[in-house]
């Protein structure tokens, strides 16, 4: 038994230490925020004297800025104003308008593959497309004519001429056609054939087709570049 009371006495000189080292950390704490407190009202009252003194030296500073700018504006030299011209208005016009005959000194013939529809697997399952045919001139500075562009079927019957009158393409512009997915008059073998022409010496555009479907969850799309099967500049060197 004395044993325990022993054993007992020592936790609770133990737990009295602790007690009193927690108070000691207590004060010490306290005495720190009371040093801080001081502190912080000593540079609140140096500011407060301070003040005044930086604001009439921050006015003199200005002083001095504005009568510099003064001294420069009055000495610079006046400089002739010419007036702005109003800014051009870009894309005013269409980009495709009808162009009139004239003489066209250059152009070109244009087969582009058509894909209306694709086989999966064999012929008897296929996926129709959308097809997109696109003619861009790439020439900066010149027009370029777009007499015809015409859609034949695989068998090379002419389902229809989407050029119904001669369009002129301004510089860097692009028109484009549409065949719907849906419509599968084409078939697998379908083609564009497009005719251009110039009065002037231009850059050849670029006419290539675009096919697209999402049937059945699956995206499929692909490009089919133009190829030139007739070029008239060299009708009119060998004249």
């Not at 950390?25 to 003040?51: A, C, F, G, H």
């Not at 389902?159 to 008059?185: C, G, H, N, Q, W």
Request: aromatic share 6%; with cysteine; proline share 5%.
């Amino acid at each position: 038994m004395t044993f325990f009371h022993d054993l007992k006495a020592l936790r609770i000189i133990a737990l009295a230490r602790e007690i009193a080292y927690r108070k000691i950390e207590i004060t010490w704490l306290r005495l720190q925020i009371k040093r801080e407190q001081e502190v912080i009202r000593s540079n609140r009252s140096w500011l407060k004297e301070l003040s005044p003194v930086l604001e009439n030296e921050m006015l003199k500073i200005m002083m001095v800025i504005l009568i510099i700018l003064a001294l420069i504006s009055c000495s610079s030299p006046q400089i002739d104003r010419q007036p702005v011209s109003p800014p051009i208005r870009v894309g005013g016009k269409p980009k495709a308008t009808v162009e009139m005959d004239g003489n066209q000194i250059m152009g070109q013939t244009i087969y582009v593959p058509i894909y209306s529809h694709i086989y999966i697997r064999d012929k008897s399952r296929v996926i129709n497309l959308a097809a997109t045919l696109s003619i861009r001139n790439t020439d900066a500075q010149n027009p370029i004519r777009i007499s015809s562009a015409r859609y034949y079927d695989t068998h090379g019957a002419l389902i229809k001429e989407y050029v119904k009158e001669p369009l002129r393409l301004a510089p860097m512009a692009s028109t484009d056609f549409v065949v719907a997915e849906d419509d599968t008059s084409g078939g697998a073998g379908a083609n564009f054939i497009v005719e251009w022409s110039a009065g002037i010496e231009v850059t050849s555009p670029v006419v290539e087709a675009v096919m697209i479907s999402t049937a059945s969850q699956q995206g499929i799309s692909f490009v089919s570049v133009g190829r030139v099967i007739k070029d008239r500049r060299t009708l009119i060197l060998e004249k």
